[in-house]
Every structure is written in structure tokens, then in C-alpha cells.
């Protein structure tokens, strides 16, 4: 089983009314994949994270993992 917990950061954790959700996989998973069952807007998201990295929509899952989704952030 394939625990994928999501990290909301910024105003994502307004947006989304939380902190953090979870999914569970049988097999590996893309991050698109996560983000469209989570109902997670990828337009939403600026920065993708696993453990650290950056990461693409099509990165592919193998193992439990918490992934951070920063907001686009503006200013000037």
C-alpha cells in the first residue's frame, strides 16, 4: 500500500478548508493522478514537493510520501 499524504501550504490550506489529505495506492501513482482524486486544482499550484525536491505533475510515485503543494505567489 502506497500512503500519499498532501501537504497544503500558504492560502492552499484556506483554499482547500484544510492542512493536510490522505490517499492510498495499491500500485505506483503519478502526481497528476493524486491531484485529480484529491480534486486539486493543478492551475491551484505552483510548486510540487517530495521530500524536498521539486517535483513534475508526471513524477511517478513509488513509495509513501508527503507531497507539498505551494500556492502561486505574487507581489512585486
Known sequence: ??????????????????????????????????????KISSIDTSIITIGGVIVPEDFLIKEAVEVKLFPFIDGG
Open 1 to 38: 500500500m502506497i500512503k500519499v499524504r498532501i501537504i497544503f501550504m500558504g492560502y492552499l490550506k484556506d483554499r482547500y478548508l484544510k492542512d493536510t489529505f490522505e490517499l492510498s495506492y495499491e500500485k505506483p501513482v503519478k502526481v497528476h493522478e493524486v491531484l485529480r482524486d484529491a
